[in-house]
């Protein structure tokens, strides 16, 4: 079982381009999440998902989409990267009340 | 909507010395509570939830962390800091679910960053 992985790691983005990140589990979850942490703020949900096909915004959705076409997959999208997206976005999925995280990708945006 | 306090964005002990995190949450039922750890470039790993079977929740690496409903908190605490528990540390609290689903989202505190001395 390898849990929840993100691709990429690491990224480096010019302010206007474009990219996605993956998030994919292999638990058979239903609920999936994508957060951001930035020093001293926690982790603030951006959209989650409640099933295949389903896309729900949270805390700080502005800038970003989702896609769930797959049940496993869950995309985060940024159609045109600002400087104040540079984070860390963790993926997350759950059964039930608890939450399993992938290892982060670090985003910067110059 | 739910919200989390931790008190204390750092704290620093000795090896050896008493754990004591600090977190109140709002909320005028008892929600789900979890601590969760994150080592230096890592995700996030559950240490423990409290889901309203016992006040005293027991959890990984010696952790453990007692609900108190009058007081509104959910303090962890270790009898005895290790090195390896340089980390940094969140609490979070779930929302009731969506209505008719199992959805539950969290809501997380700041976090604490502990540092152990030797």
């Known amino acids: 079982n390898a849990g929840v992985t993100q691709t990429p790691k690491f990224r480096v983005l010019k302010t206007g381009q474009s990219m996605t990140l993956l998030c994919a589990q292999d638990m058979n979850h239903e609920y999936m999440y994508w957060y951001r942490q930035d020093p001293g703020m926690g982790l603030r949900l951006i959209h989650y998902s409640v099933g295949e096909g389903t896309t729900a915004k949270g805390e700080v959705p502005d800038g970003y989409n989702v896609s769930r076409l797959k049940k496993q997959n869950f995309l985060l999208g940024l159609e045109s990267a600002a400087p104040s997206q540079t984070s860390v976005y963790f993926c997350a999925s759950s059964r039930l009340n608890e939450q399993f995280f992938g290892p982060g990708t670090r985003l910067t945006v110059l | ?118």
């Open chain 2, 1 to 118: 909507a739910q919200s989390v306090t931790q008190l204390g964005s750092h704290v620093s002990v000795s090896e050896g010395a008493l754990v004591l995190l600090r977190c109140n949450y709002s909320s005028s039922v008892p929600p789900y509570l979890f601590w969760y750890v994150q080592y230096p470039n890592q995700g996030l790993q559950l240490l423990l939830k409290y889901t309203s079977a016992a006040t005293l929740v027991k959890g990984i690496n010696g952790f453990e962390a007692e609900f108190k409903k009058s007081e509104t908190s959910f303090h962890l605490t270790k009898p005895s800091a290790h090195m390896s528990d340089a980390a940094e540390y969140f609490c979070a609290v779930s929302d009731l679910p969506d209505s008719g689903g199992s959805n539950y989202k969290l809501t997380f505190g700041k976090g604490t960053l502990l540092t152990v001395n030797p």
